[in-house]
């Protein structure tokens, strides 16, 4: 598995192009805007985009959803439905940061946890990791040893519970139960700053203390 990382919007979001070396089949990953410099980026990469994957409904992750679906012609796929909230409410999220109206957006498929999403041959296990948002999933690649894992966990930090119906609990149950029993030595990609490995942040982070 290949991924090239390409900070999005105001918000430095750490949108991410993932691509199968083998078949050059890729995907982009919670784009959350800039959707030209994202077009310009995998210009670069011998590859094709296929879908548009999203860990959860917040506009900084999925504001260029819909415009690059449709210059690529490829299907948006993710979050867990009960993210559907978020997502029918784009338009209000964009008023509150003062940003112009994103349209809602339906996914062409909502994800649940069981599920697997292939780029090309990499196969990517779904994980629900609810309470930053209710719907929040993250992509695992058991074979890289490696997570997409959205605003769930950061280098240092959890992500956010404050959003309508985050929950702290939730999350902290997630990490725990969920991430952590896969392993030290998972590398894993956040939505917002450096990367860092499951067993980093077993022993580091503050909130998992």
């Known amino acids: ?15 991410s192009l993932v691509w199968c070396e083998k078949t050059g089949e890729a995907a982009l990953v919670d784009p959350g805007g800039d959707a030209a410099r994202l077009i310009a980026a995998v210009a670069e ?23 690059l679906a449709a210059h690529y012609g490829v299907p948006i796929v993710g979050p867990q439905r009960e993210d559907l909230f978020l997502l029918a409410g784009l338009p209000e999220q964009s008023r509150m940061f003062g940003l112009d109206d994103c349209p809602p957006l339906t996914p062409d498929r909502w994800l649940e946890e069981g599920e697997e999403v292939l780029v090309g041959e990499e196969r990517f296990a779904i994980l629900h990791c609810p309470g930053h948002t209710p719907g929040h999933i993250v992509f695992y690649n058991a074979a890289a040893h490696f997570i997409l894992m959205g605003d769930v966990l950061f280098y240092g930090g959890v992500g956010r519970s404050d959003f309508p119906r985050g929950n702290h609990r939730d999350l902290i149950d997630s990490i725990r139960t969920k991430l952590l029993p896969l392993g030290d030595d998972i590398d894993f990609l956040p939505g917002h700053g450096p990367m860092s490995t499951l067993g980093h942040e077993r022993l580091t982070n503050p909130f998992l203390r």
């Not at 290949?2 to 949108?15: D, E, L």
């Not at 990469?45 to 415009?67: M, R, S």
């Open 1 to 15: 598995m290949k991924y090239h990382i390409v900070p999005v919007t105001a918000f430095s979001q750490n949108c």
């Open 45 to 67: 990469k011998p590859v094709t985009i296929k879908q548009i994957l999203l860990t959860h409904g917040h506009l900084d992750h999925v504001g260029a959803a819909a415009e």
